[in-house]
């Protein structure tokens, strides 16, 4: 079964450097998802990402983050200049062209600011 | 506003119980509604959605549109369904979901 894939699984990375973090939906899906789930805490909607452009963001999606689709591909989400508060599980989703069809999510990346 | 709630954080019962993991939500239209589960902080993984009606590892679950809820059963719990269950609400085609605070299920032996 096709699946979205993530990496890197663990990045650690000092306050105020920029990170970027990559995905790669599943291969014939439309629509894109970007989540963080900051430890002890529920899973939070980032932004959503279909046909070249952003559909919706959230209050959390500032200025410092960007997403990103270069070649066809990969799914990255760039945090700009890091913060302590950023640190958090990154979980990257991807939908098909259906509306009915779920979101199927990577195994995420843990990001660390140090 | 659109808001899922799951009332209970930590949920435990004995192996061949009966479980009940609780959901509401607040939505002022049709809602789609779906059960997410997270093995010892692996990946998120689809267990059931409102619209297929069907039954996964012995789980169901009913959208209840008078009490806005869609709470998850199962008859008898086994160990392996120790796990953090996520209740998740999707509007729209395409649409972000909007998970809830999540409820660890332990099954003890």
């Known amino acids: 079964e096709p699946e979205v894939t993530q990496t890197p699984s663990h990045q650690v990375t000092q306050m105020g450097q920029e990170v970027i973090l990559r995905c790669v939906p599943i291969s014939n899906h439309l629509y894109f998802y970007w989540y963080r789930q900051i430890l002890g805490q529920k899973v939070e909607f980032l932004v959503s990402?279909?046909?070249?452009?952003?559909?919706?963001k959230s209050e959390i999606f500032d200025d410092q983050f960007s997403v990103e689709r270069p070649d066809g591909s990969n799914f990255t989400l760039k945090i700009r200049s890091t913060k302590l508060e950023d640190s958090a599980m990154y979980f990257c989703a991807s939908s098909g062209v259906n509306s009915n069809q779920p979101q199927h999510f990577g195994d995420g990346t843990r990001l660390s600011i140090l | 506003a659109q808001r899922v709630t799951q009332p209970e954080k930590l949920l435990s019962v004995f192996k061949g119980a009966p479980v009940e993991l609780k959901c509401n939500y607040s939505y002022s239209g049709s809602p789609e509604l779906f059960w997410y589960v997270q093995y010892s902080r692996q990946r998120l993984q689809l267990l059931l959605r409102?619209?297929s009606r069907e039954s996964i590892k012995g789980f169901t679950a009913d959208l209840n549109k008078g009490e806005t809820s869609f709470h998850l059963k199962k008859p008898f719990a086994q160990e392996e369904d120790s796990a953090m269950y996520y209740c998740a609400l999707r509007r729209g085609q395409g649409g972000k979901l909007i998970f809830g605070q999540g409820t660890e299920l332990s099954v003890k032996p």
């Open positions: 409102h619209i």
């Open positions: 990402f279909y046909n070249n452009e952003i559909s919706e």
